[in-house]
């Protein structure tokens, strides 16, 4: 079964007076690539995400973003440090004492004074927010992993589409070769013949064997073979159901290769012409098998 690695997949959660929010974004790669956009509030947590979409995905790069809205961002308090302050205060009126100065000791001159308040964040109930993002990861991917499956399988009866236009061109391909060969030793007795005189019969088994030594250097048989081969592998690989995105790359690597080979035996036009063909086909599977997990 084809799977995409395009897909999108979206969830909020309300816990702990906030409200979060988790998006997916994938597209093709070779490996499995998770780049986490979250907030430093949240860091703690990318660990934990990470691991979680690992269990359910296995290739693509994949954007996670979290956002999140609500008073739970906004809890903090101010603290004092009393003790500093106390400190500060007697070294001050020491100073004043010792060197005569005047003045008071103004809410002015405390608050000014380093390291005596200090903004901290309240405590939040962090087993209960992880638990809900993790339901909340796990809902957004169910979308994302449904995207997948739909885009796979457009891709996949396009991928049949064009094998069944690679397989019957191969046919042509398979049938024309018997007429090229017949074809070729009529132009060669032609050729002969006009160049010897008419009293002089022609060797014609002679000219059968530079015949089929030319057409044994132009075979394409067992060429034409592993086409058949590999687009019977492609058929079986479609129906898997587990990733198969590599190895059908692997597979239409192959049928290039073959292609290539017949391309560079042919020496007719019609061979020719069905070998563009195919390679603008399988270039085009080619492609589409780029974005198959």
């Not at 064997?209 to 079986?236: C, M, N, P, W």
Request: hydrophobic share 40%; charged share 30%; proline share 2%.
């Amino acid at each position: 079964m084809a799977k995409s690695m395009t897909g999108y997949g979206r969830d909020t959660v309300e816990t702990a007076g906030m409200r979060l929010t988790i998006e997916l974004r994938s597209v093709n790669h070779r490996f499995l690539d998770i780049s986490p956009k979250i907030p430093r509030n949240f860091l703690f947590l990318e660990e934990a995400l990470k691991r979680h979409l690992k269990q359910k995905l296995s290739r693509g790069r994949v954007d996670l973003f979290l956002t999140a809205e609500g008073e739970g961002l906004l809890n903090k308090r101010l603290e004092a440090d009393d003790e500093l302050l106390h400190q500060y205060i007697t070294k001050l009126m020491n100073v004043k004492e010792q060197y005569k100065l005047t003045g008071d000791i103004s809410i002015d001159t405390v608050a000014g004074l380093e390291g005596i308040f200090t903004v901290r964040e309240t405590d939040q109930p962090i087993h209960q927010i992880k638990v809900e993002l993790l339901n909340a990861l796990d809902a957004a991917c169910t979308d994302l992993v449904e995207m997948r499956n739909q885009e796979g399988e457009r891709l996949a009866q396009d991928l049949l589409n064009r094998l069944q236009s690679v397989k019957d061109t191969v046919s042509a391909i398979e049938e024309r070769r018997p007429v090229v060969v017949e074809e070729y030793k009529a132009k060669v007795l032609a050729r002969v013949e006009t160049f010897i005189n008419e009293e002089i019969a022609v060797e014609e088994s002679r000219v059968l064997q530079e015949v089929a030594l030319l057409a044994e250097k132009g075979d394409i048989t067992e060429e034409v073979t592993r086409l058949y081969s590999h687009i019977d592998q492609f058929h079986y690989t479609l129906e898997k159901q587990v990733p198969i995105g590599r190895t059908l790359d692997f597979i239409v690597q192959e049928m290039h290769r073959e292609i290539n080979t017949i391309g560079s035996k042919s020496n007719d036009s019609q061979l020719s012409n069905s070998v563009v063909m195919l390679k603008s086909e399988v270039e085009k599977m080619k492609e589409q098998v780029q974005n198959i997990e």
